[in-house]
């Protein structure tokens, strides 16, 4: 597949997939586990693991945003629209399973249910329509919580509130590393976060778990020479943390940012679609902006959720355990046009990318 690549890329590509097959080890597997979704979409559309040499494994993580929502956070937001509230949110969600049905579902029974491209969006159709109760499904990683936190800040108008589901990268990580049998030998940490957190969040892996890891940016050649760093930290026994991303990563990430999400929001144990519940990885508002906490202003409640339909295996997919096509749904119930697990709903998760490839 290098021949997908520009002429000065493929040369690139070329000369670092040697080296990647030098240092390579010839007999055990060394598996590294990506946690974004932008990452997946790379390596599989331009064919980068057919590169790697044998015994290098590439895993997709829970780097899909919108996969890992729990069916309870979905079933939220489908009573309030089905109870009259305009239920705002990002193109992805519309589409996610809950437990009986998705905020399509329930636009589809005559529910208000609007797509916007941002918080900012939602605040002006609540500024234009006063009469109408809004809600804004905030669905996300920490690159987007800083938009809600942002937000928040500003004046809000009365008629808005926020469905708050975001979630911290890090946390779901140390899942991973903890996880029996999955046995990682490193990570390719997300780029698009880590613009946000920086690098620091990530010390854990290298320090404690001996768990090299690397901060790659979206381009192949991101990609590549990312798992050619951790490669090389393992070949030399000295696992560290690494920035390949450093046109957009600093190590110190988005101050600004992350003092605007600390004081709008904290972090409490969250549950994670398929995951159960990861400590410390969910964002909620502060007391003080508790108006806001659309929660408690409509008293919201639902069961547990269920998460996974029979014969779904997104739970598995999601941390890499299976590959999509070891699922026995996929491409057959489960397809891009009638998803049955979430995996197969957003651009970022790897059943929809995969799928998009066949």
């Known amino acids: 597949m290098i ?11 070329k000369r670092v997939t040697e080296k990647m097959h030098k240092i390579a080890p010839k007999e055990s597997t060394v598996k590294i586990c990506h946690v974004c979704g932008t990452h997946e979409w790379t390596i599989t559309h331009f064919g980068l693991r057919s590169l790697l040499p044998a015994t290098v494994e590439v895993i997709a993580g829970p780097g899909c945003p919108v996969c890992i929502v729990p069916a309870s956070e979905i079933d939220e937001a489908v009573q309030l629209a089905l109870k009259g509230v305009v239920v705002t949110c990002f193109g992805d969600v519309l589409r996610v399973p809950g437990s009986t049905m998705s905020l399509l579902d329930a636009k589809a029974e005559g529910a208000d249910v609007r797509v916007f491209y941002s918080v900012g969006d939602a605040v002006k159709m609540a500024e234009k329509e006063p009469d109408k109760e809004f809600v804004f499904f905030a669905v996300g990683f920490e690159t987007t919580a800083s938009s809600t936190a942002v937000e928040t800040l500003n004046k809000l108008p009365e008629n808005l509130s926020f469905l708050v589901s975001h979630r911290l990268i890090p946390p779901a990580m140390k899942l991973l590393v903890e996880m029996e049998g999955l046995s990682l030998n490193g990570f390719i940490a997300p780029g698009h976060v880590s613009t946000i957190i920086g690098l620091k969040p990530y010390e854990i892996f290298p320090e404690f778990y001996g768990m090299p890891t690397v901060v790659a940016g979206f381009e192949p050649l991101d990609v590549l020479f990312g798992v050619y760093m951790i490669l090389k930290q393992l070949t030399e026994g000295k696992p560290r943390l690494e920035n390949e991303y450093v046109r957009a990563v600093c190590w110190e990430g988005n101050v600004k940012a992350q003092e605007l999400m600390k004081k709008v929001l904290e972090v409490v144990d969250g549950k994670w679609r398929g995951l159960g519940t990861i400590p410390s990885s969910k964002f909620k508002f502060r007391d ?65 990318i995969w799928a998009n490839q066949h």
């Open 3 to 13: 021949q997908n690549l520009r002429f000065r890329d493929a040369a690139l590509a």
């Open 288 to 352: 003080e902006y508790a108006a806001y906490d659309a929660h408690l202003k409509y008293g919201v409640k639902v069961g547990h959720g269920v998460d996974l339909q029979p014969g779904c295996r997104c739970h598995l997919v999601i941390i890499g355990k299976i590959k999509p096509t070891e699922c026995p749904l996929f491409m057959k119930a489960c397809t891009p046009q009638k998803p049955v697990g979430a995996c197969m709903v957003s651009s970022e998760g790897t059943c929809r």
